[in-house]
């Protein structure tokens, strides 16, 4: 059986960074192949030039046996859609206005409002959203606007569906029904390209698993002779590779480092977005902080780190009252953070590497003399980090914009690390990074644990929570759902019932 999709001979470079050398890809009617490898591997790109998106300097590209050229629009008219891991949506518009608004249906220029109405409220019931055509986009779930995005493939009659990490911001059962749905669209002949770093997933959806590094393609499996660690292996060249766990025993009994009483925090709207949240954390304690993003786990982070103030409770840190400190006050009390967004809060791109290490202490004598900066000794301090952490990819002029997420990822380790905090907040310190890159995040989190470190993780990835966490409490609207304290004996699905809103004092085996 021919492919239904043929890339052969793909090469794409960018200011002198070959992002695919020479990659083969196939992709056949109604199966699902998944494609891995770590950041920078290239598979983002390749399937960007499937997408239309980029056009390749070599290769040629076959869909039906006929070697095609398209842009983005040329794509979706050879039934080609991808859903991006960040959602291409306007908020302000409806569900209806977001499907159609590059898809419109049109007759002596007036739109088939009704015609399109009609069909995607028939999508909306088929993949189980409750929610009308004419209901705003930002009024729903994470999850929910997942499956507008997969809706608005499907309205275009999509063959040919590129699903970017789409798990991300699921719950264990969001994930099952989707993984349901990816079924279903097979059964109808679709062919999907999954994308993801939860090699769990991997293994347990698809037919075929093709291995990117280095911006080749080094191999592909067919379905039932591959296994998690086959996969791991593959995308970094080694022969033994497992994924770093909290083996370390944890008892409380240390005073706590940081308490929180009963936070509220209400948004711009006046709608309460933090509820009554409280939690203490302890010297050389992991607690996990769970849930399905946006549910309040960002302006947790915000508060605690003095970046938004606290519509009612409190936090004290070391014994004393922080609730209205400043972000610099809660620095130089010992807090440190890893934010969830590295580009856009943790690393200013423009600067240097040497400016991005020494933010927030340039005025420490080491490095400043009378209001002047002491470059050689800056220098010298940067480059010692380099070295600790192993950061790679600098350029010689030491601009950071080129580098990869985990090496960008450990600069702001390095950074918040080398301060010696007591509090250390790391909120998706792994996301998007490749199973070397994680394992790095994962050995310095657990290394500051055993140096008497508290740490305050906050992540949507449940192997990390229940791999490293001491323990674990889960955030839904604002609120804690419930209180993992044996987290040996909890499961993805015991938690996944909480991050679904369904409270429960205690779990421990789980459902």
Known sequence: MRPLVEMKGITKEFTSVVANDGVDFELFSGEVHSLVGENGAGKTTLMRILYGQYEPDEGEILI????????????????????????MQVEELSILENVILANMDTRAGFILRKKAETRVNELLVRFGVN??????????????????????????????????????????????????????????????????????EVVAISDRVSVMRKGKMTGTFDSGNFTETDIACAMIGKQKVQLIQNNSDFSIGEEAVCEASGLWYFDDEALPVVRDFSF???????????????????????????????SGGSIRFMGTDITDASISECRNAGIGIIPDDRIRVGLSIPSTLDENLICGIEENGKFNHNGLLRLNSIREYANELVDTFDIRGVAEDHQIAGMSGGNLQKIILAREISRGPKLLIAAQPTRGLDIGAINFVREQLLHQKEMGTAILLITADLEELLS????????????????????????????GLLMGGIKISEVGQGA
């Open 64 to 87: 039906d046996g006929n070697e095609v050229r398209y842009n983005i629009h040329g794509a979706i008219k050879h039934g080609i859609a991808m859903v991006h891991q960040n959602f």
């Open 468 to 495: 490293l966490s001491d323990r674990i409490l889960i955030m839904y609207e604002g609120g804690c759902t419930g209180e993992v304290s044996d987290v040996a004996s909890a499961t993805e699905g015991s938690l």
């Open 280 to 310: 203490s954390i302890h010297k050389g304690e992991i607690l996990g902080i769970g849930g399905v993003e946006g549910n309040g786990q960002s302006e947790l982070v915000d508060l605690l780190f003095g970046m938004k103030k606290p």
């Open 131 to 200: 929610a009308k055509p004419e209901t705003i986009v930002a009024h729903l779930s994470v999850g929910e606007r997942q499956w507008i995005e997969i809706i608005k493939a499907v309205y275009v009659g999509a063959r040919i569906l590129i699903l970017d990490e789409p798990t991300a911001v699921l719950t264990p059962q969001e994930t099952d029904k989707l993984f349901a749905i990816i079924a279903e669209l097979k059964k109808d002949g679709t062919s999907i390209v999954f994308i993801s770093h939860k090699l769990r």
